[in-house]
């Protein structure tokens, strides 16, 4: 199912609705499970690098 829009604010506005949170198990298990795809071996050079390099 493809997202849609429900509501759009035309100026500030505080719109809610209600989700089915069941809904998203899907994607929460697959594309978006972060603990699985998470791969720290690449987190060296972001983690050790302060400033900027040119």
């Avoid at 100026?11 to 791969?39: N, P, V, W, Y």
């Avoid at 060296?44 to 302060?50: D, F, H, L």
Wanted: glycine share 6%; aromatic share 8%.
């Amino acid at each position: 199912m493809s997202p849609s829009i429900i509501s759009k604010a035309t100026s500030d506005e505080l719109i809610t609705a209600r989700c089915d949170m069941d809904r998203c198990q899907f994607g929460k298990t697959t594309i978006f499970d972060f603990a699985r795809h998470r791969r720290i071996e690449h987190y060296g050079r972001i983690t050790s690098q302060t400033g900027v390099e040119r």
